[in-house]
Nanobody
Framework: VQLQASGGGLVQAGGSLRLSCTAS????????MGWFRQAPGKEREFVAG????????YYEDSVKGRFIISRDNAKNTVYLQMNSLKPEDTAVYYC????????????????WGQGTLVTVSS
């Protein structure tokens, strides 16, 4: 599956952004989708995931209550609604697809989008 992420940009602390990731080339509904991020000088980390089977969602602790992941299988798209953004959320955000029902580990995601930059100013 090929993935195309979009929606990044510059936002002030406390603001919101919605990232989108559109899939093509395979059956989107059969993939668990995840969002990861990589800040400058840091390793890539899991942010949020949504399963293929029942759309269960799971989040990294620092974004719980602020970020919401959702999917629209009819549009082959997964979203990440980011609210109450903080400067420490600044990173390149990547969407990824996994055949596993649940995973927070990047090596289990076989397809990756190109990344979209989110910058949160203080």
């Amino acid at each position: 599956v090929q993935l195309q992420a979009s929606g990044g940009g510059l936002v002030q602390a406390g603001g919101s952004l919605r990232l989108s990731c559109t899939a093509s080339g395979s059956t989107f509904s059969s993939y668990t989708m995840g969002w990861f991020r990589q800040a400058p000088g840091k390793e890539r980390e899991f942010v949020a995931g949504i399963s293929w089977s029942n759309s269960s969602t799971y989040y990294e602790d620092s974004v719980k209550g602020r970020f919401i992941i959702s999917r629209d299988n009819a549009k082959n798209t997964v979203y990440l609604q980011m609210n109450s953004l903080k400067p420490e959320d600044t990173a390149v955000y990547y969407c990824a697809a996994s055949a596993k029902e649940f995973s927070v580990i990047d090596r289990y995601f076989g397809s990756w989008g190109q990344g979209t930059l989110v910058t949160v100013s203080s």
